[in-house]
């Protein structure tokens, strides 16, 4: 029987995953984690796409593909979570979790404007998901040291900012 590691794909794939963990033995996250990268991969091979996108930590990666350096078959777990998130994104769903909700909404900001925008950011997020009373202490308190603005400006490059997404997003993705 033959015991060695299958070669790694080029691409990488979701069907190639053995399962064996490598990846969140090297997960910076995998002790916080709601559930462990391998676990989402597992689901994501399986087509159980509303765990993924329901677990907080599909949103908290870091997107360092630490996990991806030491998978032994090219499942590629780090790019995986890439491109699903970029769909959901894509897709408009808004996710169950507020790590999630705090995702898009940073990115919809990002893409709009260049830059973050605190105001409009609390409000797609606390509209969906009510603000915990030390959130709330947090906010005044950056209000008040004028760190929050009210109609934050958008760059002055904004096609290039566009040309930016639209390459993120691959070919015609203008
Ligand atoms: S994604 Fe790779 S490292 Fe992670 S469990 Fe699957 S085969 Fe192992
Ligand atoms: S890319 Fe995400 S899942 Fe992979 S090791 Fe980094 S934080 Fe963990």
């Known amino acids: 029987m033959d015991n060695s590691c299958p070669e790694p794909s080029p691409t990488g794939e979701v069907s190639l995953c053995i399962q064996c963990r490598k990846c969140t ?22 087509g159980d796409l509303d765990a993924v996108r329901a677990a907080t930590a599909l949103w908290e990666c870091l997107g360092c593909h630490a996990c991806s350096t030491r998978c032994p078959t090219g499942a590629n777990p780090g790019e995986a979570l890439d491109r699903f998130r ?44 009510r603000p915990t009373r030390e959130e709330l202490r947090r906010g005044l308190a950056m209000w008040r040291k004028g760190r929050v603005r009210a109609l934050g400006k958008a760059i002055r490059a904004r096609r290039d900012l566009r040309k930016i997404f639209a390459l993120a997003r691959g070919p015609g993705g203008e």
């Open 25 to 46: 033995a090297g997960c910076p996250l995998a002790d916080s984690a709601d559930v462990p990268v391998n676990e989402l991969i597992a689901r994501l091979k399986l």
């Open 86 to 129: 970029a769909e959901l994104a894509a897709a408009a769903k808004p996710p169950a979790s507020r790590a999630g909700a705090f995702h898009l909404a940073f990115l919809k900001t990002l893409r709009r404007k260049g830059r973050s925008d605190e105001a409009r950011l609390m409000l797609r997020i606390y509209l969906r998901h």
